[in-house]
Each structure stands twice: as C-alpha cells, then as structure tokens.
C-alpha cells in the first residue's frame, strides 16, 4: 500500500529555520512534490526531488533519500507569511500513469 | 494565479441532492485531477482525466462520477449527497499523463456544504 507521514503541527520563531519531515512507504515511486497551502486556498507548488539530494530554491530546500523513504523541507528566515500547512506528495507510477498521494499535512505557526 | 479555474466557489444544498462541479485547466493542459479535501482526512485523490479519458482513479465513490469533455473542461458530478461529502474539491491540471516532471496547478476550490 501507500503511506505518507508527516508531523501533524509544527511551531517556530520569525527569523529561525524550521525542517519538516516527510516518510513514505509506495510502490512505483516516480518523484516527490512539496506544496504550500494557506487555509481554504490551493495548494501551490515549492519543490520537486526526483533523485537523492538537496533541492535548493530561496528560503526553500528540499531533500531526498530514496533508499531511506524520506524527505524534508527546509525553511529558512522564517517569516509570518509562512505560516501554514506544508504537504508531502508521492508521484507513484501504476500501469503507466502517475498518481499523486498527499500526505495529511504539517501545520506550521510561526510566532513573532 | 494557476490558471485554472473552478465554479462555483460554494455551494450549499441539502442530503440526498446531487450537484456538478465544473473545471476548466490552464491553457495546454490536457490532464486534469480532482480531489476532495474535509477536515479530518487531508487531500484525498479522486479521478484523472488525460485528454477526454479516465486515466487514474482514488478514493472515488460510486456516487461521484467524472467527466472531461473535447474542450478539456471537467466536471465532477456529485450525488445522494450526504452531510460527510461537505469538503473542499480542488481540480488540478498539468501538460501531460505521464512524464519525468509533472507538476500540478490547483483551481482555487469549490467549498462543499451539505446540510
């Protein structure tokens, strides 16, 4: 079967760096997809791994081990805008066609 | 902005009715994915189409049917609605089925309430 897991609530400081966690556990893994969505609005894409290592995009970076089943996303300068919910998403390739399984979402809450 | 659009915003009606979401991609595009998303459960896939043609399916209930048309616009229908349907259902669409990159632009959503 298929399993995300992140952390569900997360806290940090403006200015810090926070790391959010990602696992997962599927069959056909064909690439992995962090989103941004504030509350009641789209998901908007951050960054996509597809092979081992660090994705670096601004404040923004995200990591890959596939052997480990593991990602994070790593956010630096943390600014009050920042708050809110950061899903993990597994691109899984069955019977020729990609599916896309989000994770349930880590709320982040970045306090002055 | 992504570039897809949804309609309506919201819709309120009540147990056993049936209504019908309607997505349009971004220009280009010709995959498009639905998805419901409640409270409790996190963003749930639900069905793709590529190009006029069921492709993928989730956790699409019997209920719930699909459809994309030869404009690629797509509409979820939804009916013998019960008060857990009341979600947030996003479309979302990209270039191609299957590629080595493929990211996903997600309408703004149609807020579900089922009283």
């Known amino acids: 079967g298929q399993n995300i897991d992140q952390p569900t609530e997360m806290t940090a400081t403006e200015g810090a760096i926070v790391q959010i966690n990602c696992t997962y556990q599927?069959?056909?893994?064909?690439?992995l997809f962090w989103y941004q969505q504030h509350a009641g609005e789209a998901p908007t894409f951050l960054s996509y791994?597809?092979?081992?290592g660090l994705e670096e995009k601004g404040r923004f970076s995200s990591f890959l081990s596939r052997s480990k089943g593991y990602s994070y996303l790593l956010l630096k300068e943390l600014q009050m805008k920042d708050s809110a919910s950061y899903l993990c998403?597994?691109?899984?390739?069955?019977?020729?066609?990609?599916?896309?399984?989000f994770g349930a979402g880590t709320r982040l809450a970045v306090h002055p | 902005d992504s570039g897809v659009t949804q309609t309506p915003k919201h819709l309120i009606t009540a147990t056993g009715q049936r209504v019908t979401l309607r997505c349009s991609p971004r220009s280009g595009d010709l995959s498009v994915y639905w998805y419901q998303q409640s409270l409790d459960q996190g963003l749930q896939f639900l069905i793709q189409y590529y190009n006029g043609e069921e492709r993928a399916k989730g956790n699409i209930l019997e209920r719930f049917s699909a459809q994309q048309f030869p404009d690629l616009h797509s509409e979820l229908n939804l009916s013998s609605l019960e008060l857990g349907d009341s979600a947030l259902y996003f479309c979302?669409?990209?270039?191609?089925?299957?590629?080595?990159?493929?990211?996903?632009?997600f309408g703004p959503g149609t807020r579900l309430t089922v009283l």
């Open positions: 599927t069959s056909g893994f064909n690439g």
């Open positions: 979302a669409s990209s270039p191609g089925a299957v590629s080595s990159y493929n990211e996903q632009f």
């Open positions: 791994n597809v092979l081992d």
């Open positions: 998403a597994v691109r899984s390739l069955s019977g020729g066609y990609n599916k896309l399984i």
